[in-house]
């Protein structure tokens, strides 16, 4: 069937997915945390990401400027916005000056009891339709004499009440023990639409099995995306079947998927003491795949299972020329294992560190 696809026909079928592909990446998130100075935001910018991705201190005033922390693969940007209402930056040009109507989310960080700033700026960003999490950081630090955590988190939630005049989420978290990160990570996906979430479940720490399973999702469309153009761009011939497939387009899908999963390879060395032997044999596999003379090992491991199948299924996404071919068969299955296995090794990291 392949050879008597017309020309044209897949190369306009490919133009569309590559637009289609282009429009995902291009697509940026941007998520805002604002509070008073010290109610650790820098601190919970690097816990919901998994890595040291700002500078944080035991100063009041370490933000002083906003600080845009950008994850070019996935288009994501975390902006610590300094404190509102303060000295350097007054109320009444906070809004303009950091282009407030831009962001898709904020987050509300608080270590403490609401400031009447924090109030302020809250109400402004829900008369203006904003969507705002509240986030009561440093809760491994909550405690009075007398009073269970029971009660004090009920107080926390009854202040914010009164202060936001309305019933509010509040999520309580420690950046220190990672105690309730998992479900604000959700609750950030929860709260942005499909493709925003997608974005979101790709760049996050993997914290929950949860989260990894929405990776895995938010992982799917890009890799039969990616497969198909592959296959439609056809420029390297694959060993033993009559069929040419773009290896570029699969060697940086791997490379992305590996990324989402936290395995990248400057991650290789820490890798040993998390993982079985079998576990990191499977992940030096992966690596193996992901070269040039690799990927026409991985597409002959699913020649003679796929070589007459069809996947109609996938029609909507990739269209029905692209879909109907072997090459898409071929390199969808190749894509969606590879990234089968690094959900698998990285399910096998998240439960060695919740052992810990």
């Given amino acids: 069937m392949d050879k008597q696809m017309d020309k044209q026909i897949i190369e306009s079928a490919a133009e569309e997915l590559r637009k289609k592909l282009e429009e995902s990446e291009k697509q940026q998130l941007k998520i805002a945390l604002f509070g008073q100075p010290g109610a650790g935001k820098s601190s919970l910018i690097n816990s919901l990401v998994g890595f040291e991705a700002t500078i944080t201190g035991g100063k009041t005033d370490t933000t002083e400027e906003a600080e845009f922390h950008e994850w070019s693969g996935q288009n994501v940007v975390l902006v610590d916005l300094p404190g509102y209402g303060t000295k350097?930056?007054?109320?009444?040009?906070?809004?303009?000056?950091?282009?407030?109507?831009?962001?898709?989310?904020?987050l509300c960080v608080f270590a403490g009891k609401f400031h009447d700033a924090d109030t302020e700026f809250f109400r402004k960003l829900h008369r203006a339709k904003r969507v705002c999490l509240f986030v009561r950081n440093k809760l491994d630090s909550m405690w009075e004499q007398g009073k269970s955590l029971g009660d004090l988190k009920r107080y926390?939630?009854?202040?914010?009440?009164?202060?936001?005049?309305?019933?509010?989420?509040?999520?309580?978290v420690s950046c220190k023990t990672g105690e309730g990160m998992p479900g604000l990570s959700l609750a950030i996906a929860d709260n942005l639409d499909k493709g925003h979430a997608d974005k979101w479940a790709r760049a996050a720490k993997a914290n929950s099995v949860e989260m990894l399973n929405r990776k895995t999702g938010a992982c799917k469309t890009r890799v039969l995306i990616a497969a198909g153009l592959a296959a439609a761009n056809g420029l390297n011939p694959v060993p033993g079947v009559d069929i040419t497939i773009d290896y570029a387009i699969l060697l940086n899908l791997f490379s992305e998927i590996r990324g989402?999963?936290?395995?990248?390879?400057?991650?290789?060395k820490d890798l040993a003491s998390k993982i079985s032997p079998q576990q990191m044999k499977l992940y030096n596999t992966l690596l193996k795949y992901a070269t040039k003379q690799g990927v026409p090992l991985l597409l002959k491991k699913f020649m003679k299972r796929e070589?007459?199948?069809?996947?109609?299924?996938?029609?909507?996404?990739?269209?029905?020329?692209?879909?109907?071919?072997?090459?898409?068969?071929?390199t969808s299955s190749a894509g969606l294992s590879y990234m089968k296995d690094c959900h698998s090794i990285a399910e096998a990291i998240l439960e060695h560190e919740l052992q810990r």
Wanted: hydrophobic content about 50%.
């Fill in 88 to 106: 350097g930056f007054p109320a009444n040009d906070f809004m303009e000056s950091f282009d407030i109507e831009s962001f898709d989310m904020f």
């Fill in 156 to 172: 926390v939630e009854e202040d914010a009440a009164i202060q936001v005049a309305s019933q509010v989420k509040v999520h309580f």
């Fill in 260 to 268: 989402v999963f936290g395995l990248d390879e400057a991650n290789a």
């Fill in 307 to 330: 070589a007459a199948r069809r996947v109609g299924k996938y029609v909507p996404l990739v269209g029905q020329v692209i879909a109907g071919s072997v090459g898409f068969a071929i």
